[in-house]
């Protein structure tokens, strides 16, 4: 299985800062290495301003969890040039992987220059480590010692980051302009979340979902909805991920359509032919995630 700990990115993390030009490279060392008396209090979170196109907040602090993050905004090219635009917002759990392992901010600027996606900002919501299991599950499974923090985790997004990013961003703040995504037990997040918060999250990506969580509960909640929520869902896998993943993720997929999503319209199911579960295949699935919940003027 693979490693999610962020802890765990920052050799690579490291090889990616090496890449950018010089002048980055130092006003990210001076923000985060030189000048800590350069911090300021934004609605009680310490606030750490990078250059260009990143915000970056460290330890982000939640009454609802007993573990604080980093949190990183990308914003897309022309952001400070139009001080009366706002955009849409994708909020992507494990958010050290989708920045150092995907590089999703260099996917969606290509994607935006060309038109065939609407240009949004992506806020990359770090995992709570150990945590990470119990913050991205619905439920507890019986005999298990981890799960079912998810109800907290989605707290913090909905009545705390959300509102902490809407007043730092010119963002668009509806249902219809917002979106959650993830990967693996991210995608589970996802899902659940977006089922619980229809009218905060209107755009989920499910990449690779854990399906067999506690009995595949999510398509248990699936299959008990009483009407369909206005949600636009992103639904993929990978053909080699193990033998029970393909079937799962078919399995909720039907029980989507059968709940009223239809295919190719609001529901997109893909199915990656040789891909198994790791940060390489997701991020090759990145593109086609954006293009879908945030089509651009190309694809209108």
């Not at 002048?23 to 209090?41: D, G, K």
């Not at 579960?277 to 991020?283: C, I, Q, R, T, V």
């Amino acid at each position: 299985m693979t490693d999610y700990s962020e802890s765990n990115l920052e050799k690579t993390a490291m090889k990616r800062l090496a890449a950018l030009p010089m002048y980055v490279r130092f006003l990210v060392a001076f923000v985060f290495l030189l000048c800590p008396w350069q911090m300021r209090t934004a609605t009680a979170q310490e606030r750490f301003v990078s250059a260009a196109e990143f915000r970056i907040w460290k330890n982000f602090h939640s009454k609802f969890l007993s573990t604080d993050r980093d949190v990183m905004a990308w914003l897309p090219p022309g952001y400070d040039a139009e001080p009366t635009k706002h955009y849409p917002v994708l909020y992507m759990h494990d958010g050290g992987s989708v920045f150092v392992l995907w590089r999703i901010d260099e996917i969606a600027k290509p994607l935006i220059a060309s038109g065939e996606v609407e240009p949004l900002i992506i806020v990359m919501v770090y995992n709570g480590g150990a945590a990470r299991t119990d913050e991205y599950t619905p439920s507890r499974p019986a005999r298990s010692r981890f799960g079912g923090k998810a109800d907290a985790y989605g707290r913090m997004l909905v009545e705390e980051l959300k509102p902490f990013i809407d007043s730092e961003l010119r963002t668009l703040t509806d249902a219809a302009n917002t979106g959650v995504g993830g990967a693996s037990l991210g995608g589970i997040a996802s899902l659940y979340l977006g089922l619980k918060y229809p009218r905060v999250f209107g755009k989920l990506g499910v990449m690779s979902p854990s399906v067999w969580w506690d009995d595949k509960l999510m398509v248990r909640s699936v299959k008990g909805l009483k009407s369909k929520p206005d949600l636009r869902i992103w639904l993929d896998t990978g053909t080699d991920e193990g033998p029970r993943t393909l079937p799962d993720a078919k399995e909720l997929r039907d029980a989507l359509i059968t709940k009223g999503w239809t295919l190719n319209s609001d529901l997109m199911y893909f199915e990656a032919k040789g891909a198994t579960h790791d940060e390489e295949s997701f991020a090759k699935r990145a593109a086609p995630l954006l293009k879908f919940l945030f089509p651009g003027h190309a694809q209108n």
